[in-house]
């Protein structure tokens, strides 16, 4: 995240590439606490009370779905289509009344998840605090070396926003230690490689602990990290996996870095393959994840994220990455703005851009399209299209992506430029005849192109602009 991407048509800055450093601070011991058991006094805490415990839901825990299938499940057994936001600083740059406002945005605009940092070692302020500090300028530890010495009133915090996140039926992706980028000042793996894996195995189940009534908790090891010592992070998966094995494990590892090479031989405890690329490789790394043997659902967690201030980011090109995700096999898809992940925090980004008006950003609020229309389908029997399949001509734009139904029922294409013509060989879909409309992913709106024979090719072309003004469209071909 720090790092800074190649420079090509498809890398533009990303995350934390934009931001500088600070310095972390740390409080007062204070001991620790189950959710459930109540908490102990603190000292000088302003935070507000947290809300009751959450009704259970048939939406979690997410289940672990059986090779070989793909995609993630709901604690009913449907398929779960990931739409998650990016929040990393919510737990330290923004106050109770603002996690509302911000999960009431994200609710709103069709997001059903979203990452945040339980503790964080450099970008957290906005109220006269510092990281590792919360708004309430409260630290997560006494300890920086001890995750053992938690502080009540921080983590109170913590645990009112994962109470709401499931009021409202929100997935959280909790990054219980962000590692950050090489092992710096970024993360917490100094601090992890001084205490070792046996304090680290007890703060992870201290966590189980603390969560065990909270369903809604995908927990994500690493960040932007591949570690020096993977005990350090497998310790803290352990200890949370020593309380309950309900909930599911994703990794986070150094740009372009790849899960099931990186934790070969020792990938029992991963649910979930989360891709975190540099742009130039985002269709690369994809198609990867999905023709790998080793099958394990997937989806994007980091790339660009939205910024029309810093390097001109365009909402086309987010949408391009999300659906892209999504049409080579992905489980869903995470998307990030860079004003909003702050929450006005520190940084040296030059957007000025409150995080309450980058939420309504057009690329953030016309992904809620993408989850729309992949829901009024058999998304999970899409099968990303390859020159195997040859459903797409080969000789399409590279920027073009395409997925058909397994039995050709119907098939889902996106252009980043449809005023390009893209060919199909229709002969691919089961027909006889097959209905062809053109998506608006800005608006979730069709407009037909017409009923043909599903037989030899065709090409198809929009010159009208999409609603946002952008040339990018999708193509929905169903089989009648």
Same mark, same amino acid.
């Given at each position: 995240?720090?790092?800074?991407?190649?420079?090509?048509?498809?890398?533009?800055? +990303?995350?934390?590439?934009?931001?500088?450093?600070?310095?972390?601070?740390?409080?007062?011991?204070?001991?620790?606490?189950?959710?459930?058991?109540? @908490?102990?006094?603190?000292?000088?805490?302003?935070?507000?009370?947290?809300?009751?415990?959450?009704?259970?839901?048939?939406?979690?825990?997410?289940?672990?779905? #059986?090779?070989?299938?793909?995609?993630?499940?709901?604690?009913?057994?449907?398929?779960?289509?990931?739409?998650?936001?990016?929040?990393?600083?919510?737990?330290?740059?923004?106050?109770?009344?603002?996690?509302?406002?911000?999960?009431?945005?994200?609710?709103?605009?069709?997001?059903?998840?979203?990452?945040?940092?339980?503790?964080?070692?450099?970008?957290?302020?906005?109220?006269?605090?510092?990281?590792?500090?919360?708004?309430?300028?409260?630290?997560?530890?006494?300890?920086?070396?001890?995750?053992?010495?938690?502080?009540?009133? $921080?983590?109170?915090?913590?645990?009112?926003?994962? #109470?709401?996140?499931?009021?409202?039926?929100?997935?959280?992706?909790?990054?219980?230690? $962000?590692?950050?980028?090489?092992?710096?000042?970024?993360?917490?793996?100094?601090? @992890?490689?001084?205490?070792?894996?046996?304090?680290?195995?007890?703060?992870?189940?201290?966590?189980?602990?603390?969560?065990?009534? $909270?369903?809604?908790?995908?927990?994500?090891?690493?960040?932007?990290?591949?570690?020096?010592?993977?005990?350090?992070?497998?310790?803290?998966?352990?200890?949370?996996?020593?309380?309950?094995?309900?909930?599911?494990?994703?990794?986070? *590892?150094?740009?372009?870095?790849?899960?099931?090479?990186?934790?070969?031989?020792?990938?029992?405890?991963?649910?979930?393959?989360?891709?975190?690329?540099?742009?130039?490789?985002?269709?690369?790394?994809?198609?990867?994840?999905?023709?790998?043997?080793?099958?394990? !659902?997937?989806?994007?967690?980091?790339?660009?994220?939205?910024?029309?201030?810093?390097?001109?980011?365009? !909402?086309?090109?987010?949408?391009?990455?999300?659906?892209?995700?999504?049409?080579?096999?992905?489980?869903?898809?995470?998307?990030?703005?860079?004003?909003?992940?702050?929450?006005?925090? !520190?940084?040296?980004?030059?957007?000025?851009?409150?995080?309450? +008006?980058? @939420?309504?950003?057009?690329?953030?609020?016309?992904?809620?399209?993408?989850?729309?229309?992949?829901?009024?389908?058999?998304?999970?029997?899409?099968?990303?299209?390859?020159?195997?399949?040859?459903?797409?001509?080969?000789?399409?734009?590279?920027?073009?992506?395409?997925?058909?139904?397994?039995?050709?029922?119907?098939?889902?294409?996106?252009?980043?430029?449809?005023?390009?013509?893209?060919?199909?060989?229709?002969?691919?879909?089961? *027909?006889?005849?097959?209905?062809?409309?053109?998506?608006?992913?800005?608006?979730?709106?069709?407009?037909?192109?017409?009923?043909?024979?599903?037989?030899?090719?065709?090409?198809?072309?929009?010159?009208?602009?999409?609603?946002?003004?952008?040339?990018?469209?999708?193509?929905?071909?169903?089989?009648?």
């Amino acid at each position: 995240m720090a790092q800074t991407a190649s420079t090509s048509e498809f890398s533009l800055p +990303t995350r934390r590439e934009f931001l500088g450093l600070a310095s972390a601070s740390l409080g007062t011991l204070l001991p620790v606490c189950h959710v459930g058991s109540g @908490m102990p006094p603190v000292t000088s805490s302003s935070s507000p009370n947290t809300s009751p415990s959450p009704k259970r839901s048939n939406l979690f825990p997410l289940r672990r779905p #059986q090779a070989p299938h793909r995609f993630l499940e709901t604690n009913n057994g449907a398929s779960f289509f990931l739409l998650g936001d990016t929040a990393w600083s919510l737990a330290v740059s923004a106050s109770q009344a603002d996690t509302i406002r911000y999960l009431d945005n994200r609710k709103a605009k069709g997001f059903n998840a979203f990452t945040l940092n339980a503790i964080e070692a450099e970008f957290a302020g906005g109220h006269g605090n510092r990281a590792p500090n919360n708004w309430y300028d409260e630290a997560p530890f006494g300890n920086a070396r001890d995750f053992t010495t938690a502080r009540a009133g $921080y983590w109170a915090n913590v645990d009112f926003i994962v #109470q709401q996140a499931a009021a409202r039926g929100l997935l959280c992706l909790i990054f219980p230690c $962000y590692e950050g980028y090489d092992q710096g000042n970024q993360g917490w793996y100094a601090q @992890m490689a001084a205490q070792g894996p046996q304090k680290l195995r007890r703060y992870g189940r201290w966590l189980g602990e603390r969560y065990l009534d $909270y369903d809604n908790i995908l927990w994500v090891a690493g960040g932007d990290n591949n570690a020096a010592n993977k005990q350090l992070t497998k310790a803290v998966v352990e200890g949370i996996r020593s309380v309950s094995g309900k909930w599911l494990f994703a990794w986070h *590892g150094a740009r372009n870095s790849n899960a099931l090479s990186f934790w070969a031989g020792d990938l029992e405890w991963l649910d979930l393959n989360t891709i975190y690329d540099s742009s130039d490789r985002a269709k690369a790394n994809a198609s990867a994840a999905y023709a790998s043997t080793i099958v394990k !659902p997937f989806a994007r967690i980091e790339d660009t994220y939205e910024n029309p201030v810093v390097g001109r980011v365009a !909402p086309a090109f987010i949408r391009w990455l999300a659906w892209s995700s999504a049409l080579q096999g992905g489980t869903g898809v995470i998307y990030g703005d860079v004003a909003v992940w702050r929450f006005n925090g !520190p940084g040296t980004v030059a957007d000025p851009t409150s995080w309450i +008006t980058a @939420m309504e950003r057009p690329a953030g609020s016309s992904l809620r399209y993408l989850r729309q229309l992949f829901e009024s389908t058999a998304w999970t029997e899409l099968v990303p299209d390859a020159p195997s399949r040859g459903w797409l001509a080969a000789d399409s734009p590279t920027a073009n992506l395409s997925a058909l139904a397994d039995d050709g029922s119907f098939g889902i294409s996106y252009a980043l430029d449809a005023a390009t013509p893209v060919t199909f060989d229709l002969s691919k879909l089961s *027909g006889p005849r097959v209905v062809v409309r053109w998506y608006d992913p800005t608006d979730g709106t069709f407009a037909p192109d017409g009923t043909y024979a599903t037989a030899g090719t065709r090409s198809f072309v929009r010159n009208a602009r999409n609603r946002e003004g952008s040339a990018d469209w999708a193509l929905l071909f169903e089989s009648t």
